[in-house]
Structures are given as C-alpha cells and as structure tokens.
C-alpha cells in the first residue's frame, strides 16, 4: 500500500514539475507579441505559478523516488536509477536556470530594455528546448527499468 501511495506522489509530483514548465514557456510565446512593459507582470505571475508547483516538485520528487527505491529494494548501482537521477539533476538545474532567466527579464531594468528582455526570454525558450530530450529519456528509463 505505501509502494502505491509513493509512486502515486511521485508521479504527480514529476507532472507538476513538467507542467508546470511547459505552461509558463507556452504563455511567454503567447505574451511575445505584448510590449516588454506590459509582458513583464504577465510573466512575474507565471514565475510565482512556476514557483509554486515546480519547487515543491523539485523537493518531493527525489524523496519519493529514494523512497521507492528502499521499498522496492532495487539496486541502486543499476543503469536506469543513475541514469534517472542524472536525468532529474540535469532537468532540476535546467528548471532553475529557467526561472532566474524568467525573474531576470521581469526586473525593471531589464524590462524596458528590449535586447535584454528578448535574450532573456528566448534563453528560457532555448532551456525548455534541452529539457526536452532529457525528459524523453527518463521516460525511455522508466518504460524499460527492470520490474
């Protein structure tokens, strides 16, 4: 029972963290065609949304895997658990980049200085783009890990 409840979290818990970056990149490509001035409220509010989900998902995430893993009792040396937890390390960091990019082009500073704000946004968009084949290959991981 506590194997099923834990990897219930632990899915919801990765979704959140996908979901929630995928959300805030799809409403900066909406946002885009707004002046900066108007775009940068818009997106300080998809970053406290972003903040809200994903950290709780960059926490919960790896304790519930650890846990599943003791249950379980799967050998921790194994391919597909390094290579999942290279996989969630690499796309914590990337999701990290991502939102100081995004707080960065909301500062005030930035946000009336359009070359700043535009390389701001497009490195988010750029990050999102190098998440993807990471995620694509936890999913790979998870579909053929051992049972």
């Known amino acids: 029972m506590a194997y099923v409840i834990l990897k219930i ?3 919801v818990s ?4 996908l979901g929630s970056t ?3 990149v799809v409403m900066a490509f909406a946002y885009r065609s ?3 001035t108007e775009q940068a409220p818009l997106i300080r509010a998809l970053l406290g949304f972003q903040l809200a989900f994903g950290l709780q998902a960059l926490l919960v995430t790896p304790i519930s895997a650890m846990a599943i893993i003791q249950i379980q009792r799967y050998n921790p040396t194994e391919f597909w658990v390094i290579g999942s937890a290279l996989g969630f390390l690499v796309m914590s960091i ?3 980049a991502m939102v100081m990019q995004g707080y960065r082009c909301t500062l ?3 946000a009336d200085n359009y070359t700043s704000f535009s390389v701001a946004t497009r490195t988010q968009r750029g990050l999102l783009l190098v ?3 990471v995620f694509a290959f936890l999913i790979y991981l ?4 051992p049972q």
Do not use: C, E
Request: hydrophobic letters at 50%; glycine letters at 4%.
């Open 94 to 96: 990337l999701w990290i």
């Open 22 to 24: 995928v959300m805030s």
């Open 9 to 11: 979290i632990h899915i």
């Open 142 to 145: 998870m579909s053929n890990r």
């Open 34 to 36: 707004l002046p900066n």
């Open 14 to 17: 990765a979704g959140l963290l």
């Open 131 to 133: 998440n993807l084949p």
């Open 108 to 110: 005030p500073t930035d």
